[in-house]
C-alpha cells in the first residue's frame, strides 16, 4: 500500500483505491493508493513493498488497464 496527498495523486490522475505500480531501485510492484493529506507534499508512505527503503526514491505510476496488449506479445 502506498499513501500519498491529493494534489500529488491529481497530478498523476490516479484516486483513492486504485491500484498503481511502485518503482523503486531494486524492483517494482503493485500497491493500493490511499489519500493522506496530512503527508508533506512530495512525500510517500509505503508498507509492504519490498523493493524501496527509507529515503529512496520511488516513482507511481498509474495502471494502464485500458490499452490491450500488442500481437504476439504474451503477458
Known amino acids: 500500500m502506498i499513501w500519498m496527498r491529493q494534489d500529488d495523486a491529481a497530478l498523476r490522475l ?9 518503482y523503486g531501485p531494486r524492483r517494482h510492484e503493485l500497491a493500493t493508493v ?29 495502471l494502464d488497464t485500458d490499452t490491450p496488449p500488442r500481437r504476439g506479445v504474451l503477458a
Open 14 to 22: 490516479i484516486m483513492d483505491g486504485e491500484l498503481v505500480w511502485v
Open 34 to 62: 490511499r489519500i493522506d493529506n496530512s503527508l508533506p507534499r512530495g512525500d510517500v508512505v509505503l508498507r509492504d513493498i519490498v523493493g524501496a527503503s527509507p529515503s529512496e526514491i520511488v516513482k507511481v505510476v498509474k
